[in-house]
């Protein structure tokens, strides 16, 4: 019913579940390395599925896409959010003790690809969508209210990123999906985009560890003004 | 544009003219020469300005111009026309500005090394710049644009004496209000696009198919509420006496007698033009006009004849007086619905020139105010006094600008109160008896302002100039510089101008808002009445009463001379003490004092406090007092009734909407999460 | 009105009321005097005051400035040119068209500013005294005189006092209409306001507990008193006068052809003024004055009043 379900059907429905599968894997892990491996491999079964699309569409620059999905996203900011955050102390860098459990997590991300699927029916039906959007859209969505919620439900700031990382797979599948690969260009500024935006991110939690000692972003409730 | 256009060329000229007085003084460390690199353009640009709208509002032709750097999209470009109504406002722009940037000149030397001249002169300019815009405006977007770049230049103004807490919560007060008032302004015309579909006043003028009555009820009500705001009408006048009297007072003397008449602009552009009122179903918006009018005129002098701080009692004059502009506007909404097009024009007419006259004035008492600020630093009434011998000009010049905001002749106030008082006599005309008697109770508001504007005004000059200094400041005042005297001229010469020859005034209100021109015509001001069988004609010729005055003065000069025997001496005597030896300034009335009687008699609306405390030599004897100390206060009810109990109630919604601000980010992205969800679904039920 | 010979009629009715106005108060004072038993001065008194005072020195407040000084002039200005604009012993005045009610009461007001500064420039405490008090009055007295206007204006005709008086004079005597009564009332109190009469203000004292007017002239001598005190002369000539024209325009020529008839109107203007003059006196001597905050109730009567007049008349 979610996706986990095997059918015969094609192989793009195959693979989208396969994302969702690997994105679980990324809400499930509680140590910074250990997701940043997840998302790893999640997002190479991302450029699988950005593949198939571009199978199915035969637009060549999808394929292009599928390719720099796979050496920026798996490669490139895997490393590079590694080589920031490597002076950022290792207890900061786990998730001891999220706002939600991790088991519940899962459950919860359940019933958003649940809530994803039947919010989208009605785009879904009313709408003249070839298969590969129809495939596609409650996928995408389900991403990024798994997204959202893993930003939700942590602690420690820098888990956060990985909310941030999954939301962006979505929109990628979601734009991918819907229109068939948007220009190449603007591709490539979205993948610069999400690069800088990790390194930012990671530069401004280095600096809150080091001004707060802490990167439970519970302190931030400081800033408040009352 | 059309090239070669004098007009246009004239129009970019004030443009520059205004730019460069912002621009220029920013070039010059030197105080001194920033504000003459200031005003001096300034008093340039007003002058072309005057030229401009006077020679529009003449020849009864307007002006049409986009600017060439229009955008591209066609409704969001600046977008300038002017008309009759548009060159009248802008002319008393003009003539203010005039006025002020000569007197500014003077007054700035006040601030000369304490503070920045060139922020001064930089937002004065833009000030008066976009004040023009605004007029000129005929879209809706360059008319907001520049709207908001008024409030926020006069903004900077108020608080512009930053150090005073009180200027800090003047320029707050002022500006959520005047936000209040613009989103308003807004909703109106918005309620027209949405008929019309453009945002230019083009279509709002004469939009495809008629407006729906309820749409034009929508449009006329939101106006008034913003425009209101912006004119000081009770009850949304409460920012109005704060901010004023807190800017320097240049430039509360352009934005008491100046700025808010761009509210009645607006509003004259709204009831007048774009949804003029044709049948007796509108006779609504009028009769709200008159009461409103009325209640602020009434509210303002009650509230300025008690206020000790010279420029808080000129500020709730000013709400005073643009209670009778509106009153008179409503005036003529109320004759327009039943079609009595003659009397419309009296009445708009009393209140487009008691606008302009109320300018002319007002300026020259807040200029008037300036300078008894700047030679004795005190604002406080109770501290003046005895100023008539240390500064004669001044005083002189204060005391036209009294004589004629008293609406007395032959000075221009009494003309435009007196077609006021015909517009309210012809009222009679109104077939409905119920409107008939509420504007007879209007009419008693409105005479009973007239009343209390004489007391107002006598004691704030004579509080002010007459009888002996109560303080060391005021004993040692000195008479201000020439330039300063010189601005004030100019408004004084306004007022006697605009009262000796109403023609100057009359004729080009007639021919710029295309009314009848019979009302006025040549210096005679006629109205015509026809009542249980008898025809005839009230009129009134001002300048013929001034040489009647003074041929009555001659002739009594004459007589008194001539009857004298033998020449007469003069003997300077100290005043009658009835024997108990030297009077002092203790002994005097003050200006407390002197509205104690009509304090008592409203104490309905006051609510006075006083309390009394007596020190005693012994307790045995409660006669023999070493001392007595009496306190007494009086509360703004408006501050105290309405607006206190709806912020704090604002205050207390708003802190519990707070509490969803937790200062967790997990938090806010919930929030994002749970509304994303929520479109979703509403995606998904609405089809 | 280009006219000489309107012209010379104005001019002439107008030095009429200036001449006439001591009489009046003459008269006043000797029915006050005989209503309270006593034989009181000549009639022809405040002529010989005025001659005497205009021959006398003048002291002036060291504490003064030029508005003291000027101020006697600008209410004398004021008030004999707002006798201009009065149809007093005819039902006429040719400058009716270039001043009208409302320029007679805005001059009046001028009258009265000046009078007010010119109380508060001494400097003494009875100056301030009263101009706070005439402050009040004047406030209030505002609204009850301008809703007689508005009644008088609605059943005669306009504010042109000239064709007031001459729609008056068409009517039998007596302008029998309730809004008009109720007119008369307001107006009667306002005239006893504006001319400081006894429930508002005793003039006869020099007590601080009870005057206004006399506080605010109280330094005044000489020439400039006489002009003060003139000027308050010819204001109460003006105000009696609109009250006989407009309300009992009995006698009254209905035209000015016939001589006899003018004159017989001139006689019977002179009758009816010196009449209510007298009748002015006699409740000056019956009321007590009243206590300084009882006075607004008074003239909210007044103005209440007025106020039913206009409303009779619409209904």
């Known amino acids: ?226 | 544009m059309i090239i070669g256009d004098g007009h246009s060329v004239l129009f970019y000229l004030v443009i520059l003219a205004f730019i460069a007085g912002a621009l220029v003084p920013l070039a010059f460390r030197n105080s001194r020469k920033a504000s003459v690199a200031s005003f001096a353009p300034g008093a340039a640009g007003s002058v072309l300005t005057i030229a401009l709208a006077a020679s529009i509002a003449v020849s009864g032709t307007a002006l049409e111009m986009p600017l060439p750097f229009a955008a591209a999209a066609t409704e969001i470009e600046f977008q300038f026309y002017i008309d009759g109504m548009s060159a009248f406002f802008m002319l008393i722009i003009g003539l203010v500005t005039l006025a002020v940037s000569i007197y500014s000149i003077g007054y700035s030397s006040e601030y000369h090394e304490k503070r920045s001249i060139r922020a001064l002169g930089f937002l004065f300019n833009l000030f008066v710049l976009s004040m023009i815009l605004v007029v000129a405006s005929d879209n809706v977007f360059s008319f907001l644009v520049f709207w908001e770049a008024m409030s926020l230049a006069s903004f900077f103004l108020v608080i512009y004496e930053h150090e005073s807490e009180g200027s800090i919560r003047a320029g707050m007060t002022y500006i959520v209000m005047t936000h209040l008032g613009t989103a308003f302004i807004l909703g109106s015309f918005l309620a027209m696009y949405f008929q019309t579909g453009s945002l230019s006043f083009d279509s709002f003028r004469s939009p495809g198919s008629p407006m729906p009555a309820y749409i034009r009820d929508i449009v006329f009500v939101l106006a008034l509420v913003g425009f209101g705001t912006k004119a000081g009408l009770v009850p949304m006048h409460v920012w109005l006496p704060q901010a004023h009297p807190s800017a320097p007072s240049n430039v509360s003397a352009l934005m008491s007698a100046v700025m808010i008449k761009t509210a009645i602009y607006g509003l004259a552009r709204v009831t007048l033009d774009f949804a003029a009122p044709s049948s007796p179903d509108s006779a609504w918006w009028g009769m709200l006009m008159v009461v409103a009018g009325s209640a602020s005129a009434l509210i303002g002098v009650l509230y300025a004849a008690i206020e000790k701080d010279i420029k808080r009692a000129l500020a709730f004059s000013s709400i005073e007086n643009i209670g009778i502009v509106i009153l008179g506007l409503g005036l003529s909404v109320v004759f327009l619905s039943f079609g009595l097009q003659a009397l419309a024009a009296v009445a708009l007419l009393a209140s487009m020139y008691h606008s302009l006259n109320h300018a002319a004035f007002k300026s020259l008492l807040f200029m008037g105010a300036g300078s008894v600020l700047f030679g004795t630093h005190t604002k406080n009434m109770e501290q003046l006094g005895g100023l008539a011998k240390k500064m004669p000009w001044t005083a002189l010049l204060f005391l036209i600008g009294a004589i004629a905001i008293s609406g007395l002749p032959p000075l221009n106030g009494f003309a435009s109160e007196w077609l006021t008082m015909q517009a309210l006599l012809s009222s009679y005309q109104v077939p409905n008896v119920a409107l008939q008697v509420s504007i007879s109770f209007a009419s008693i508001a409105f005479a009973l302002t007239a009343g209390i504007a004489l007391a107002t005004f006598v004691r704030m000059f004579g509080a002010t100039f007459l009888s002996r200094p109560r303080s060391k400041e005021a004993e040692h005042a000195k008479e201000v510089p020439k330039t300063m005297i010189a601005g004030m001229s100019v408004a004084a010469g306004l007022c006697i101008v605009f009262g000796i020859l109403p023609f100057a005034a009359t004729g080009m209100i007639a021919s710029s808002f295309g009314l009848d021109e019979s009302v006025a015509s040549f210096n005679v001001l006629t109205v015509p009445y026809s009542v249980s069988g008898i025809e005839s004609i009230s009129s009134m010729s001002m300048p013929a009463v001034a040489v009647m005055m003074g041929a009555a003065g001659a002739a009594i000069a004459g007589f008194v001379l001539a009857s004298g025997s033998r020449k007469t001496a003069r003997k300077i005597y100290s005043t009658w003490d009835c024997g108990f030896g030297e009077l002092n300034e203790r002994m005097e009335y003050t200006a407390s004092s002197l509205s104690q009687p009509i304090r008592t008699v409203f104490r309905a609306l006051y609510k006075p406090r006083m309390t009394i405390s007596k020190d005693r030599y012994s307790d045995s004897n409660p006669y023999m007092k070493k001392s007595m100390r009496v306190e007494s206060e009086t509360k703004d009810v408006f501050e105290d009734r309405l607006y206190a109990p709806a912020v704090k109630t604002a205050v207390g919604f708003f802190d519990r909407v707070r509490r969803i601000q937790t200062g967790k980010v997990n938090a806010y992205l919930l929030y994002v999460m749970i509304a994303l969800a929520l479109l979703l679904l509403l995606a998904r039920v609405m089809p | 009105m280009a006219d000489v010979a309107t012209v010379a009629i104005g001019v002439v009715q107008a030095a009429g009321i200036v001449a006439l106005a001591p009489f009046l108060t003459g008269v006043m004072r000797k029915v006050k005097a005989r209503t309270q038993k006593r034989v009181g001065a000549s009639v022809l008194q405040p002529y010989y005051d005025l001659a005497k005072l205009l021959k006398k020195d003048e002291v002036v407040s060291d504490q003064s400035s030029w508005v003291f000084r000027a101020a006697p002039w600008v209410m004398m200005v004021a008030t004999v040119t707002a006798a201009l604009f009065v149809p007093a012993l005819l039902p006429l005045s040719p400058f009716g068209a270039v001043g009208d009610v409302l320029v007679v009461l805005g001059l009046f007001g001028l009258a009265r500013f000046f009078t007010m500064l010119a109380g508060l420039d001494v400097a003494s405490a009875f100056g301030g005294l009263g101009t706070s008090r005439e402050m009040m009055m004047s406030a209030l007295a505002e609204p009850a005189m301008f809703m007689t206007i508005f009644v008088v204006s609605l059943t005669l005709g306009g504010t042109n006092l000239s064709s007031l008086v001459g729609a008056a004079a068409q009517s039998a005597g007596f302008v029998a209409v309730p809004s008009m009564l109720f007119a008369l009332i307001a107006f009667f109190i306002v005239i006893l306001a504006e001319t400081g009469k006894v429930p508002f203000d005793n003039p006869a004292t020099h007590l601080e507990l009870t005057m206004i007017h006399e506080a605010m002239v109280l330094e005044y001598s000489g020439k400039s008193l006489a002009l003060v005190q003139w000027s308050q002369s010819i204001k109460q000539l003006i105000l009696l006068a609109l009250l006989v024209n407009l309300f009992f325009p009995a006698g009254m020529p209905p035209s000015l052809d016939a001589g006899w008839q003018v004159a017989a109107g001139a006689g019977a203007f002179v009758a009816k003024v010196a009449l209510v003059a007298a009748l002015v006196a006699f409740v000056e001597t019956r009321v007590a004055k009243w206590r300084l905050f009882r006075v607004p109730d008074l003239l909210v009567m007044a103005i209440a009043s007025s106020m039913i007049g206009v409303i009779f008349y619409y209904l």
């Open chain 1, 1 to 226: 019913m979610t996706g986990l379900e095997i059918l015969p059907a094609d192989i793009l429905t195959i693979s989208s579940a396969g994302l969702l599968i690997a994105t679980f894997g990324v809400v499930v892990r509680r140590g910074f390395a250990d997701w940043l491996s997840a998302y790893r491999y999640q997002t190479i079964v991302l450029a699988g599925v950005t593949a198939v699309i571009a199978y199915y569409t035969g637009v060549w620059e999808i394929y292009v896409a599928a390719a720099l999905t796979l050496v920026i996203k798996a490669v490139v900011i895997p490393r590079v959010l590694v080589r920031v955050t490597r002076k950022i102390k290792d207890e900061f860098k786990i998730e001891a003790n999220p706002y939600v459990g991790l088991r519940l997590s899962v459950l919860i991300s359940a019933l958003l690809v649940a809530l994803s699927y039947a919010l989208t029916q009605q785009m879904l039906s009313s709408s003249s969508l070839d298969v590969v959007a129809m495939t596609c859209l409650p996928v995408s969505v389900s991403l990024f209210f798994i997204g959202l919620f893993v930003i939700v439900s942590r602690r420690m700031a820098l888990n956060q990123v990985v909310g941030l990382l999954i939301i962006e797979n979505g929109l990628f599948l979601f734009t991918t999906a819907l229109t068939h690969g948007v220009s190449l260009v603007i591709e490539i500024g979205i993948f610069a985009d999400i690069l800088v935006g990790v390194v930012i991110s990671a530069i401004l939690l280095f600096r809150i560890s080091q001004t707060f000692d802490t990167l439970d972003i519970g302190s931030l409730e400081k800033l408040r003004d009352d």
